[in-house]
């Protein structure tokens, strides 16, 4: 349960209206935060189409792909076991971004710095109805069981520090995604 003061900023990280600061808050939450009354601040965030830098490598997608799987860490937590589904534009890097907008005769606009100018470019390629939806499915339980072997294998990597071993530390997240057959590919 979070204290007062980190439910506070908690809060405030979601409610910002710095895409960067919402999106960073959504992937710190995990299946350790069992504080129900997060709750109501991040389903709303399921409708939220912003595009955001989803995960590291950097793939583009938007703030609602982050919120179902937080929501659906946090409803593990909390011991709810309804299940998250949303659809959203699938994460893309920005390879398959170019040759989307290459196939589709659109433009980057380079006058505009950093990432903005692909966040440009996902916006106008999802309006017109050229970037690829997924529906994904969260399980609580999946997460939990996730998070159970998670915890595993940080005791694992811990025990392998005191032994001077390195292991990647990149944490496993479970969901699925609706092919185009309807069938669901759990990734």
């Known amino acids: 349960m979070l204290s007062d003061k980190d439910l506070l900023e908690t809060i405030q990280d979601l409610q910002s209206e710095d895409v960067k600061v919402r999106a ?3 992937r710190l939450l995990t299946t ?3 504080d129900p009354r997060l709750l109501p601040y991040i389903e ?3 409708e939220d189409k912003t595009v955001c830098i989803v995960h590291i490598p ?5 703030i609602r792909y982050l919120a179902a799987t937080a929501l659906a860490e946090v409803r593990a937590a909390v011991g709810i076991w309804e299940k998250v589904c949303v659809e959203v534009v699938a994460p ?5 971004l170019y040759q989307i907008a290459e196939a589709a005769g659109v433009k980057k606009r380079y006058e505009l710095p ?6 440009d470019l996902f916006i106008r390629l999802r309006e017109m109805g ?4 997924a529906t994904i499915e969260l399980d609580p339980v999946e997460e939990i069981e996730s998070a159970k072997r998670w915890a595993e294998f940080r005791a694992q990597q811990q025990e392998a520090e005191e032994k001077e071993d390195k292991i990647d530390t990149m944490r496993p ?9 309807g069938t669901w590919k759990k990734y």
């Open 44 to 46: 709303p965030l399921l």
């Open 32 to 34: 350790e935060d069992d």
């Open 58 to 62: 950097i793939h583009y997608g938007e």
């Open 173 to 181: 997240i479970t969901f699925h995604i609706r092919q185009a057959d």
């Open 114 to 119: 950093g990432d903005e100018g692909t966040f």
């Open 92 to 96: 893309l890097n920005v390879t398959e």
């Open 24 to 26: 960073r808050m959504l």
């Open 130 to 133: 050229k970037l690829p939806m």
